[in-house]
């Protein structure tokens, strides 16, 4: 027997070799990582958000957000300990404020002034650029001098604590004003970027994320996000309790703890922030109590929250109440003392039918403008977003809408519905019964100082309530609702129309 020296030749068969990831997909791959576990929605936010939130922050000059003045005011006020609203003396009637540094008045006095006082186009409505540059240089005075802002001395502390937070962390690092003042902003930007992002991350395995994600990059949420103002708050809980809400009553998901923690103490917080916005919080209690993680006797957590939310709120109405017979000093001279609240609610009771026709007429009048300002009209430079941009917007809500997920007919019962339709309607009339009573003047022909964007808050409940009654969602030629490429055009959609409105407030604003 001999033994062969030759080479085994046998052919061994094996899988083809993996190829190598090619450059791209060794780019790609932490960005795949990341939109995996955080969601992609959330991702595109974070980014989004941070970009275009910071570039409003620069781009507008100071004190030229919506009504910032007064914002700043309160906001400066609750950074050094001001809870309650303070009467002030005033020779025009009632009033409320507070005390500022003499050098913050200086840049505020000089923004009142180039905002009110603009060229016509095509000259920039900032006058000099280098007197902001120049008062925002000087240091904060140690002397103060009283300053009227009755309209947010009538919000609670509440949505101010992000910019006090902000105001404080700035004189603690001895930044002057210009630096102060942009901190402060920021400070409300991080605040909102964290509140929605949570949200959108609450969401991260459903598709119902472009539909929040749609309304939160809106222009005009973006642009209030990157100023000084109680709404920036105010907008980060009203997305975050109705993406809560989407996902436990209208998708029919489970809570995990911290969503519901998080839902319950915006029960409490959100009727502090604004009060046009009470109800959409008291929604928590048409949620099943097993989607919230309750059981037996713990299903009474939600009705105690929502309570407490409730007595916070009417205890702040009360304490509140007296500034609105200063309301009037916000109108011309001739109409300081036609606003009187107490005469517009016994008109309202005594004679409904005149006030239904009052919001006839406001309606016909003015929906127009209030369309255009829910997507943006931005800040006191009164800059409408272009009009491609809100054909944008457009576009990323009929495409995030045609992907959403099928609304759950077990947890979303008709009744459930029909409650959170109602919700969202009695929403809407308290923007108009309030500013009808706080703002307009008596036997006005409107009800004046309604905006569009006061709608926001309330745009995600209102489309949910849709997408359970109108089943229509966007199918490929197999019937599948396409994910990647839809979620791609409702993200550059909003891209494009923020760097729209954007390039369209520079050119106004500085030319």
């Not at 700043?72 to 309650?84: I, N, S």
């Not at 900032?126 to 009755?150: C, N």
């Amino acid at each position: 027997m001999t033994t062969s020296t030759e080479p085994d030749t046998t052919v061994e068969l094996s899988k083809p070799a993996t190829p190598a990831p090619s450059t791209k997909d060794r780019v790609l791959a932490p960005v795949r990582t990341l939109t995996d576990k955080l969601g992609a929605a959330t991702v595109a936010f974070a980014v989004i958000a941070t970009v275009f939130g910071a570039l409003f922050a620069v781009l507008t000059p100071p004190f030229w957000g919506h009504d910032e003045l007064t914002q700043f005011g309160r906001a400066y006020q609750v950074a050094h300990g001001g809870v309650f609203p303070q009467r002030i003396a005033d020779d025009r009637g009632v009033a409320y404020g507070g005390q500022i540094p003499v050098s913050v008045d200086a840049l505020m006095g000089y923004a009142f002034r180039d905002y009110n006082d603009n060229p016509d186009e095509p000259d920039a409505m900032v006058a000099d650029p280098g007197a902001y540059d120049r008062l925002g240089d000087a240091e904060i005075s140690s002397a103060t001098k009283q300053m009227w802002f009755t309209n947010t001395a009538a919000y609670s502390p509440v949505p101010y604590v992000p910019a006090a937070v902000g105001i404080r962390l700035g004189e603690a690092l001895g930044l002057n004003i210009g630096g102060l003042h942009l901190l402060t902003r920021l400070a409300g930007l991080l605040v909102y970027l964290a509140v929605v992002g949570f949200a959108l991350y609450s969401l991260r395995e459903r598709r119902s994320q472009w539909l929040v994600f749609t309304v939160a990059v809106l222009p005009i949420a973006l642009f209030q996000a990157g100023t000084v103002t109680a709404d920036t708050l105010t907008n980060a809980l009203a997305i975050m309790v109705s993406a809560l809400l989407l996902k436990a009553l209208f998708v029919g998901d489970r809570l995990r703890p911290v969503e519901t923690g998080a839902l319950l103490a915006a029960t409490i917080a959100l009727p502090l922030s604004k009060p046009t916005y009470v109800l959409l919080a008291m929604l928590v209690v048409v949620v099943p109590a097993d989607r919230l993680g309750f059981t037996g006797k713990l299903k009474l957590i939600p009705w105690a929250f929502a309570a407490t939310g409730g007595a916070l709120f009417l205890a702040w109405t009360k304490i509140a109440a007296p500034t609105g017979e200063g309301m009037g000093l916000m109108r011309p001279p001739h109409q300081w003392y036609e606003v009187r609240p107490g005469d517009q609610l016994k008109g309202i009771i005594g004679d409904p039918v005149q006030f239904v026709h009052t919001f006839g007429e406001s309606i016909a009048l003015r929906d127009h403008r209030w369309f255009n300002q829910f997507f943006g009209e931005l800040g006191f430079a009164y800059v409408d977003v272009p009009a491609i941009s809100m054909l944008a917007c457009l576009i990323a809500f009929a495409v995030s809408f045609g992907i959403a997920d099928r609304m759950s007919t077990v947890t979303a019962t008709f009744r459930r519905t029909l409650i959170v339709a109602l919700t969202v309607l009695a929403s809407v009339a308290m923007i108009y019964v309030t500013l009808y009573m706080s703002f307009t003047p008596v036997d006005f022909y409107i009800i004046d100082g309604v905006q569009g964007r006061y709608f926001v808050p309330l745009a995600i409940m209102g489309l949910a309530v849709v997408a359970r009654w109108v089943p229509l969602r966007l199918t490929d030629s197999d019937g599948v609702i396409p994910t990647r490429g839809t979620a791609i055009t409702v993200t550059c959609a909003s891209v494009f129309a923020l760097i729209a409105a954007a390039a369209t407030y520079y050119t106004v604003v500085w030319g």
